[in-house]
């Protein structure tokens, strides 16, 4: 008896069907059986499962003799499934790698409930990703429930395709589908209603598939009308079971809300039609009312449904257009003041700072902040951060100011000093005598500035003249080796001087390197994340550090099988997962690393604000092409590099140097080469202590521990230091790309 019985009905689906059933049987858990049903299908579907089924035993193929539609062609495939559990997959969806297996760890960690509810993320044909909105309820539990235990997952998108269902009990509770559009509905509330034991997984298993035409319910019909039997189904099944009757409230709110969804997308009902299915579900909301429910809406006439239909939009517009009109007064009334305050002097003691597009007190500049606190405390340093969210979080005593604030303007037009590692917006006015202090983001690797020109994909998106004219207010550019000195001179063609200062955020790297060197002991300044993670004192802890891709919509790309390397690492080793801080808010880490993370096979540091505490925790760091390499070099502790698609990485978005051949370490090409570095102990072997000393000789140059402390002294005070780069000798001739142009 398999595992899972994938039901998977197919109509004029042609074009999708194969990239469906190979995310199904490529799929690294095997224990399934697919039934393919053939709904009578116009086009190539019937050839094309039979061709899968003349290939793949796993595969069973029903040829339907006249089409029934959705529903009841998955009511024909339900006899023939086997398995524990059924998954009703569309034949224009796809399953995510990895998603069979982490169903099945799931249902056996929670002793196969009635029902697991999974994520998903739409996925559209233009490209675009985007994940359930309401994910975070599929983490709020990790024990299994009812529905009236958490009725927030009645909240999450009604459908039969993001769940799998324990057999017997839809076999014993006779669940089926009815025929007609909406058929998820009267199954998928019943179900749920029903299941005394529910699961969730917090990890994207499917990809819902976004057509820009061919999609059912965006075709204009009035088999929309459908959708009112299936609700009267929804009250019937109410009716038939009195222990659910405490459920009406919300199911008729719900219903309500569903019709009027379906009458407000202009791509569902004729025209002629909409006036009659506000009138239907009127009646329907009415006939179904529960004691004391408002009929809000559907309590009046179509007519007047339109006037306030008509009423929001223009609402909406006048509301956009009035947005429109502030931000351009805003731009003009900047100007005026900054004008007017040119008339006023300079404060000679104001430095304003700012850290990852405002978002708080991180980085290089928050580096500066703290070092001008002690050596300076003349100095006032104001945070401009970009909401009340981020200004909650700053630590205490730190003055803030929002960006775009009326204090936001009256301090920009004053201050001396500007601290950023990234452009300040276009619209502040750079007034002669101020000092604009770039930090940049660490040591570049990839392309960036004005040499993504010549790479339309990298630079999607992004306004390269806009950027070169923001960054013309730069009066020094930070530098922690001369390869960036030479990178940013030609990436930013604007008219800054390079500060050899070192990287004020690493500071802390080197001075931890150097009590390690004087047998001070590793893993002390990283002790508060290993004990926030719980990762005992003993563990090798290896971070796996991999940047964003440009070949791929979205940046991310699964080069390596967390589960399986983490599980190769074996006893005695925690994995600490830190993606690019591009990634954190997207669909990445619902592809399954929040739940390694919950399960406790890795330990997920991505939203970590502060990168420096996780470098310190940690052992031996992996990275294909990030630049956090070259600030964990200063640690002076392994470094491996996972360069399996450096070619495709370098021709989409270019890069200065060719580190697969000027490595801080190792480098492995596949999986199987990076298993054998740690099953080997060549990750940490005299040969890469050998690459690492020539590495950190070139690129940790001016990183002395006293960065920050430069900075202010000799760029904020107008003081004299000792130049930086008296802790590692003079760096050897390198085979740097940018010699070529």
Not at 682 to 687: H, V
Not at 720 to 737: I, Y
């Amino acid at each position: 008896m398999p595992r899972f019985s994938l039901i998977v009905p197919c109509y004029q689906v042609q074009g999708f069907l194969r990239e469906c059933l190979d995310s199904v049987l490529e799929q690294s858990f095997h224990d399934i059986e697919v039934i393919a049903v053939d709904d009578r299908s116009p086009d190539g579907c019937g050839a094309i499962l039979d061709e899968y089924a003349a290939r793949d035993p796993r595969v069973r193929v029903l040829h339907l003799p006249e089409n029934v539609g959705l529903g009841r062609a998955r009511n024909a495939g339900l006899p023939y499934a086997t398995g524990d559990f059924l998954f009703f997959l569309d034949s224009d969806d796809t399953l995510t790698p990895g998603a069979l297996r982490a169903i099945a760890d799931r249902l056996a960690e929670t002793g196969d409930p009635d029902v697991l509810v999974f994520d998903y993320a739409r996925t559209y044909w233009w490209g675009g990703t985007r994940r359930n909105a309401l994910a975070e309820l599929l983490g709020a539990r990790s024990d299994t429930f009812t529905a009236a235990e958490h009725p927030a997952i009645l909240d999450l998108l009604m459908v039969v395709w993001n769940k799998v269902y324990r057999r017997d009990f839809v076999e014993e509770n006779g669940f089926q589908f009815p025929p007609g559009y909406y058929e998820d509905t009267p199954w998928t509330f019943p179900v749920m209603l029903s299941a005394d034991r529910i699961a969730t997984l917090d990890r994207i298993c499917l990809n819902y598939r976004q057509r820009r035409q061919g999609n059912i319910l965006s075709t204009t019909s009035r088999k929309h009308f459908d959708v009112h039997d299936q609700y009267r189904r929804v009250f019937a099944f109410l009716d038939s079971r009195p222990e659910l009757a405490g459920w009406r409230p919300l199911l008729h709110r719900k219903m309500g809300e569903h019709c009027l969804d379906i009458l407000a997308k202009p791509d569902r009902l004729p025209p002629a039609a909409r006036g009659e299915f506000f009138r239907r579900t009127a009646e329907l909301y009415r006939a179904f009312r529960p004691e004391g429910a408002d009929l809000g809406v559907l309590g009046g006439s179509y007519p007047a449904y339109r006037l306030r239909q008509q009423a929001e939009r223009a609402g909406r517009e006048g509301g956009r257009q009035a947005l429109r009109v502030r931000r351009a007064a805003g731009v003009r009334v900047r100007r005026a003041l900054t004008g007017l305050r040119a008339l006023r002097p300079l404060d000679e003691n104001l430095v304003l700072y700012s850290a990852f597009s405002h978002r708080g007190m991180l980085g290089d500049p928050a580096a500066v902040y703290r070092a001008a606190r002690e050596i300076a405390p003349g100095l006032r340093g104001v945070w401009v951060v970009k909401d009340e969210e981020v200004a909650a979080g700053l630590p205490a005593g730190v003055e803030h100011v929002l960006l775009d604030s009326p204090e936001y303007l009256r301090l920009t037009a004053r201050a001396k000093f500007f601290v950023n590692d990234v452009n300040w917006p276009g619209t502040l006015v750079k007034r002669p005598g101020s000092v604009h202090v770039h930090t940049h983001r660490g040591t570049p690797l990839k392309y960036l500035g004005a040499d993504l020109l010549g790479k339309p994909g990298a630079r999607l998106g992004f306004d390269v003249p806009q950027m070169l004219r923001r960054a013309d207010r730069w009066d020094h550019s930070l530098v922690a080796n001369r390869h960036s000195e030479l990178v940013w001179e030609r990436a930013y063609p604007c008219h800054f001087a390079s500060a050899r200062t070192g990287s004020p955020r690493n500071d802390v790297l080197v001075n931890a390197g150097r009590r390690e060197a004087g047998g001070g002991g590793g893993g002390v300044a990283g002790g508060g994340f290993r004990e926030r993670y719980g990762i005992p004192a003993d563990h090798t802890v290896v971070l796996y550090a991999p940047t964003r891709r440009d070949y791929v919509r979205g940046g991310h790309v699964d080069r390596i099988d967390l589960t399986g390397f983490a599980a190769d690492l074996g006893p005695g080793h925690t994995l600490v997962v830190r993606l690019h801080p591009a990634l954190a808010t997207g669909p990445a880490r619902g592809l399954g690393l929040a739940e390694l993370h919950r399960r406790g096979i890795v330990v997920d540091a991505t939203c970590e604000p502060h990168a420096e505490e996780v470098m310190l925790a940690s052992d031996v760091l992996v990275t294909d092409y990030s630049s956090l390499m070259f600030d964990y070099a200063n640690l002076d502790r392994p470094i491996v590099v996972h360069a399996d698609d450096w070619a495709t990485f370098t021709a989409s978005r270019g890069a200065y140097l060719d580190i697969t051949a000027e490595a801080p370490g190792h480098v492995s090409h596949s999986y199987r080469e990076l298993a054998w570095l740690f099953a080997s102990g060549g990750w940490r072997d005299e040969e890469s202590a050998r690459l690492r000393a020539d590495f950190r000789s070139r690129f940790c140059e001016f990183d002395d521990g006293r960065a920050a402390e430069r900075v202010v002294r000799t760029l904020l005070l107008g003081e004299s230091m000792p130049p930086a780069g008296a802790r590692v000798p003079e760096p050897a001739a390198g085979h740097d790309l940018l010699a070529a142009t």
